[in-house]
C-alpha cells in the first residue's frame, strides 16, 4: 500500500446456469412453474475492483475537481475511464483500503490513513453495490475510528462488509440479490499496519480469531 498511485484493478466474472428442453409440446403438459424457473437462463455480471486509496496527490486533485455548492472534495473524474463498468455490471464490489473516520479526525495518507467521507459518497453515487473495509489499514484510525467509518457505511445505500459493530453484528450474514441471485461476499486481511494498543478491546469490532472456519462458512451457507 506504498505505491504513489491508486491502483484499479477490474475483474469481470459471468456466471451462467444453462438448462434445455426440447420435448414435443403437443405429447406433453405444460410445465410447472418451478419446472419453467430450473430451464431458465440467468446471468450476473460481477466486477471487483481496488484498493481505492487517497495520497497528497488525489486529494489536491479532488479538491480543484469540486463543483460549487456542493462537498469539499470531488473524487468522481478520477473513475471516469471505467465509469461504465461500474454501473453496467449487477454487483460492483470496491476495496475501500482507507477508513472515513470523519469529524474529528484530520484527512490523513501514509502510513495512518483516514480519507474524507466525500469519497464514501462519490462511491456509492457512482454505482458500487459492495464496500468492502477490512484491511490491513482499517486500524489507522484506532478502534474508534473504525466504529466511525462503519457507522458512516451502515447510513449509505449499499451493502458494506468486513467492519462489525459487535459480535452479533459479525454472526449477521450480508447478502445482496440481483436477477433472482442471492450472494454472499465474504473478506478478511492481513496483519494491520497499526496494531491496537489493546488488541481485546476490538475483538467485538474485529474478529482476531480463527482466519477459516470451514465449519462456520458451510453452517452460513445454508442461509443464503
Not at 49 to 72: F, P, W
Not at 77 to 93: G, H, K, L, R
Request: hydrophobic share 35%; charged share 20%.
Amino acid at each position: 500500500m506504498k505505491k504513489s498511485f491508486k491502483l484499479l484493478a477490474l475483474v469481470l466474472a459471468v456466471s451462467f446456469i444453462l438448462c434445455g428442453c426440447g420435448a414435443n409440446v403437443e405429447q406433453q403438459s405444460v410445465p410447472a412453474m418451478a419446472e419453467v424457473e430450473q430451464n431458465k437462463e440467468i446471468r450476473l455480471t460481477f466486477m471487483a475492483c481496488g484498493d481505492n486509496i487517497t495520497y497528497e496527490g488525489n486529494l489536491a486533485q479532488a479538491k480543484q475537481n469540486a463543483v460549487d455548492g456542493g462537498r469539499v472534495h470531488n473524487f468522481k473524474p478520477t473513475y471516469d475511464n471505467v465509469i461504465s463498468e461500474i454501473q453496467n455490471a449487477d454487483i460492483s464490489f470496491i476495496n475501500q483500503e482507507t477508513v472515513m473516520a470523519g469529524n474529528g479526525y484530520p484527512i490523513s495518507c501514509y502510513p495512518n490513513f483516514n480519507s474524507p467521507q466525500d469519497l464514501g459518497y462519490d462511491v456509492v453515487e457512482m454505482g458500487f453495490d459492495v464496500v468492502n473495509i477490512a484491511t490491513n489499514h482499517m486500524l489507522d484510525m484506532g478502534a474508534k475510528g473504525l466504529s466511525k467509518t462503519i457507522e458512516f457505511w451502515k447510513q449509505q445505500p449499499c451493502l458494506m462488509i468486513g467492519g462489525y459493530e459487535n459480535a452479533e453484528d459479525y454472526d449477521n450474514l450480508r447478502i445482496i440479490e440481483k436477477n433472482g441471485i442471492r450472494v454472499s461476499i465474504l473478506d478478511g486481511t492481513a496483519p494491520h499496519e497499526t496494531n491496537p494498543t489493546l488488541p481485546g478491546a476490538c475483538d467485538g469490532i474485529i474478529n482476531l480469531g480463527e482466519s477459516w472456519n470451514k465449519n462456520g462458512l458451510m453452517n452460513k451457507r445454508r442461509e443464503i
